[in-house]
């Protein structure tokens, strides 16, 4: 059977307990300052994008979820992760 | 006896440890190339500070593969001594040999300044000469050296005596002044449970001669001196 690549993106974010003094300011200082007061919190995080050869969407999540954890992309103690395969 | 520094792409103080080890202390040690790293010979370790890798993905995550750190792993299961300082510290913790985890300082800032540290146990192989509720002056250069774990962890860590250092104030009080990073609890530095893996982010190797401290002291030799204590009881 023929692979093909997918394109499989990993968005890395603290968890609720850990503070993201980065989010913080660029909520306090850029966006309520700028007048934004709709806008209720910011979380800033990681992003990777990956490209995957794989036999299907299942397959290639699969690969990055894998590789996510054996190699610790992230930290478990601090992070949540989240995988999304965009084809 | 014989020591080794790990030296990773990135690392920085690696020559200021080896310099402290052999002409302060003038103890053997070696400087090694982390591809060519081998246990067997050396009784103790110390990973350096720097940036190893460039700090990518986070501080200390690529280190963390490297073939050295299986080694280490073997020697810090042998209950040899291990010690990461700054980048070390944070190597040490994403190879999981400590708790927890180092973040971005709150402040969001590279702090370079002299600390006020208070020994919390005399318990490890580093801290064997320090008494208890000593302060040592030594200074910090980090921008991810805020400490964090989990509650439930932290007192788990409490139970085992597992916390090594706090920054506190020039009257040995925890709090958030004299706090540089916003680490959980004021946290400078954690230990594995049997007390021979330590990881700071001060850098006592800065800290192990009078004539660098603005204080007149050399606090930092205090752990270093430990170390060799510690290997020959």
């Known amino acids: ?87 | 006896m014989r020591f080794a520094v790990i030296q990773f792409p990135g690392s920085n103080c690696d020559y200021d440890v080896v310099y402290v080890l052999k002409n302060v202390l003038g103890v053997p040690t070696d400087l090694v190339w982390h591809k060519f790293f081998k246990g067997d010979v050396y009784d103790a370790v110390i990973l350096p500070g720097g940036f190893s890798y460039g700090d990518y993905l986070r501080s200390g995550a690529i280190a963390s593969h490297s073939p050295a750190m299986e080694e280490v792993k073997k020697i810090a299961e042998d209950g040899r001594p291990v010690l990461g300082i700054c980048n070390g510290f944070q190597i040490l913790i994403e190879a999981g040999l400590l708790p927890g985890a180092l973040m971005p300082n709150d402040c969001l800032k590279f702090v370079c300044k002299w600390v006020t540290l208070k020994c919390e146990t005399s318990g490890t192989a580093f801290t064997c000469m320090i008494p208890e509720g000593r302060l040592l002056h030594i200074p910090i250069a980090h921008r991810e050296g805020r400490y964090f774990n989990t509650r439930e962890e932290l007192e788990k860590m409490r139970e085992n005596r597992q916390i090594v250092f706090r920054y506190v104030d020039e009257k040995g009080e925890v709090n958030s002044k004299a706090n540089p990073n916003g680490s959980v609890e004021n946290i400078a530095s954690v230990c594995n449970v049997k007390g021979n893996v330590v990881g700071l982010m001060p850098h006592p190797e800065r800290a192990s001669e009078k004539v660098l401290s603005p204080y007149k002291d050399c606090d930092g030799i205090l752990l270093f001196k430990s170390m060799v204590r510690f290997l020959k009881s």
Do not use: Q
């Not at chain 1, 990993?10 to 968890?15: D, L």
């Not at chain 1, 200082?29 to 969407?57: F, M, P, Q």
């Open chain 1, 1 to 87: 059977m023929k692979t093909k690549h997918y394109t499989v993106e990993v968005i890395i974010e603290n968890k609720p307990a850990a503070r993201d003094p980065e989010g913080e300011t660029i909520y306090k200082d850029l966006i309520l300052k700028g007048g934004y007061e709709k806008i209720k919190s910011v979380r800033t995080g990681k992003y990777l994008k990956i490209l995957v050869d794989a036999n299907g969407r299942k397959e290639a999540e699969k690969i990055v979820f894998d590789m996510c954890n054996a190699l610790r992309i992230y930290n478990p103690v601090i992070h949540t992760h989240k995988i999304r395969v965009r084809g």
